[in-house]
């Protein structure tokens, strides 16, 4: 089983930037694709952005392109989320998630994709 554990959120001003890490353990090598996600109460969960661990190729929502970059350091087991240019329709509750299954397929933010999830952690942007 892989564990995942998300940190990094908290509240900003519009305008500012924030990193979100998931450092994920256990059989980490089972992992071929990781995910951010976002949430606000009463919405769907929106895909954010994708990363295909193996070749580092990664896919950003049309939402937060040229904002929001996705990276990893395989070494540390850990992907972030580089969030600049904030606005108060990105608070939301962020969640990292990964897939162990179907390494073939492709990497991209859909959460049909996605087995294992994080807990999730919350950013606020204040106007």
């Known amino acids: 089983q892989v564990q995942l554990v998300e940190s990094g959120g908290g509240s900003v001003q519009a305008g500012g930037s924030l990193r979100l890490s998931c450092a994920a353990s256990?059989?980490?090598?089972?992992?071929?694709?990781m995910g951010w996600f976002r949430q606000v109460p009463g919405k769907e969960r929106e895909g954010v952005a994708t990363?295909?661990?193996?070749?580092?190729?990664?896919a950003i929502a049309d939402s937060v392109k040229g904002r929001f970059t996705i990276s990893q350091d395989n070494a540390k087991n850990t992907v972030y989320l580089q969030m600049n240019s904030l606005n108060p329709e990105d608070t939301a509750m962020y969640y990292c998630?990964?897939?162990?299954?179907?390494?073939?397929?492709?990497?991209?933010?859909?959460?049909?994709?996605?087995?294992?999830w994080g807990q999730g952690t919350q950013v606020t942007v204040s106007s």
């Open positions: 998630a990964a897939r162990t299954a179907d390494s073939g397929r492709p990497c991209f933010p859909a959460k049909r994709l996605f087995g294992t």
């Open positions: 990363i295909y661990t193996g070749g580092g190729t990664s």
């Open positions: 256990g059989y980490t090598g089972s992992v071929n694709c």
